[in-house]
């Protein structure tokens, strides 16, 4: 299995959520199929669950056009590549492939809510009650291990710290740290019934846009550590039933990571905002994109049903989440909060869908 050839394969289109079951051909011939849609794999004893998404941040079915620049995989410009999450379901792919053992999840809908795994979770106790461990191959960048995502602490920092020197003991030059920047995956369905919950950094930037890339030899090293790995052995010390540790990164101004507009291709919006201030577009995103149905602030919720996010939303889900800011800048695809003079990075249209279905949904009974 060479994995440059794999990930070119499940890239060589997008896959919006609802045409997921089109890449059954590149999935192990022995996976099963959960009652909710979700593709599933075991592979002998184990208390960790690996999981990755098969859609893509994209509404319609396009053809990719790869362009290779180095050690980048890019596109014509024409669509989003869709390393996010084809790069996690490389990664486990080679892992099932090297019979590494765990339980191995493709999950449905990531894009729109984690809609696949929010269904498993209501039974996930009784079918799986040995597992202690999910971890999400789905993170941008190089070096994050995630230990905080919508739900709060999702994962102990004696965790991440285990499972960062594990894998930068290998030799493959990484750097991975615990990181509390984390936004909203699959991992963080399960946080509370599962005592350690992270995502890992796979090597893509500047996902769910024209400009998404994945990094070949990152990606690479990362399949080769994965078979290395004893992720039995890693440290469980958090405890799911207590989520004493909500949101305390802003306190800290860990968000502050994502503020470097260095690499973004940035030009005037007069969106939406609280603020009154310029919006600027994250890598020259452009609403005239196949990506998006519509040239509003419009999202689609877990039905598939246009959801107008206004800044009123936003600032529910802040309060809700105990979020301390001076104010929110919002352009109908991407969310800042100003705190202390500062812009901080938030979340994207998908997220905030998340997060209003998450913290809201009581709001919103009839």
Known sequence: MKIIDTFLKLTGETYPHGTEKQLISHLPKNIKLDQFGN?????????????SHLDTASYDKSVVRHVIKGDLILTDGSTILGADDKAGVTIMLYMIKNKVPGLYYFFLGEERGCIGSSKLKNVFKNI????????????????????????????????????????????????????????????????????????ISVGYQSEHTRSENQSISHL????????????????????????????????NGYWGVSTDYSQRDSWDYGGGTSSGKTQSYYDGLDWDSDDFEDEDDTNHDQEGEDQLITIQDIEDVLDRMGVDYDSITWDGDECYIL??????????????????DFYLWDSNLE
């Open 128 to 199: 799986y009650p040995q597992i202690t461990k999910v971890i999400s191959f789905d993170r941008r960048g190089k070096g994050s291990i995630i230990t905080h995502q919508s739900y709060g602490r999702t994962a102990s920092d004696e965790f991440a710290i285990d499972l960062s020197n594990k894998l930068n003991s290998l030799g493959f030059g990484f750097n991975y740290q615990p990181d509390p920047t984390g936004i909203y995956t699959d991992s963080n369905q399960f946080a509370g019934i599962v005592s350690e919950c992270t995502n």
């Open 220 to 251: 690479e090293n990362l399949c080769k550590a994965a078979i290395k790995i004893d992720w039995e052995s890693l440290v469980v010390s958090r405890d799911f039933t207590k989520n004493d540790d909500p949101w305390s990164r802003w306190d």
């Open 39 to 51: 593709y599933y794999l075991e592979i002998g004893k184990t208390t960790t669950m690996f999981t």
């Open 339 to 356: 705190k202390d003079g500062v812009d901080h990075y938030f979340a994207n249209r998908e997220t905030l869908e998340g997060f209003i």
